[in-house]
């Protein structure tokens, strides 16, 4: 009996014609979560188990939130680790309160220092609200102050006391919970506002601010070296 020779066996590279890595013109975007694949087994408010019935239903209120898996910016890698995460949230506290030079002082010493900075910068924003509160009720009892005028003074009065709150609440605390929730359970804006009592915009802009101070921490971190 004679054996026949086998053949070589030839590998075929991987195919870009298709699927993940062909770019967005295609028509073919890379993979991503697909939030609808367990929709099927989702528990359902009305059923034989709760015993609700669509009228009840009808009259609830409904609180849903959803992680957002897909992110316009990926995630930066010092988001996923507990003390670059940290300082993150320092860096953006010091640039917010105008505090510099704070890499030649101790991580406690940083800390007590945005405290005592937040402390003495709510005192002339109190100040400031309460000029701002007598100048807006005597415009809005003024009939030569137009509208749009009126809407900006509100504006600033809104935006004043939001940040005397937040200071308040403590800024370090309130902005490493903000990027935890963001970047680790994967919250939107709409969610992490909901649960820490925010706005979604200032959310958003307090994100943007943390992820600009840690790359700016980064850059100078590099150049001294």
């Not at 062909?22 to 009305?46: E, H, I, L, Q, T």
């Not at 709409?190 to 994100?207: G, S, T, Y």
Request: charged share 20%.
């Amino acid at each position: 009996m004679s054996l026949s020779p086998i053949p070589p066996v030839q590998w075929c590279p991987p195919s870009t014609a298709i699927g993940y890595g062909y770019g967005r013109g295609s028509g073919f975007a890379a993979p991503s979560f697909d939030r609808f694949a367990w929709d099927g087994r989702r528990a359902r408010a009305v059923s034989a188990e709760t015993q609700i019935s669509f009228s009840d239903f009808g009259s609830m209120h409904v609180s849903r939130r959803v992680q957002q898996m897909t992110r316009r910016l990926p995630t930066p890698g010092w988001a996923l680790d507990d003390k670059a995460l940290g300082l993150a949230a320092l860096h953006y506290c010091e640039r917010r309160l105008f505090l510099k030079h704070g890499e030649y002082l101790t991580l406690r010493e940083r800390l007590a220092r945005v405290s005592d900075a937040a402390r003495w910068a709510m005192l002339p924003l109190r100040k400031s609200l309460t000029k701002l509160l007598c100048l807006y009720y005597e415009w809005a009892a003024s009939k030569s102050v137009s509208a749009a005028r009126l809407r900006r003074l509100e504006i600033q009065v809104h935006n004043t006391e939001s940040t005397i709150l937040l200071l308040e609440r403590n800024l370090m605390a309130v902005a490493l919970a903000v990027a935890f929730s963001f970047w680790r359970l994967g919250w939107d804006s709409v969610a992490i506002a909901e649960n820490f009592k925010l706005n979604p915009p200032a959310v958003r802009m307090m994100l943007y601010r943390i992820r600009a101070a840690a790359e700016k921490a980064a850059r100078g971190a590099h150049s001294h070296r």
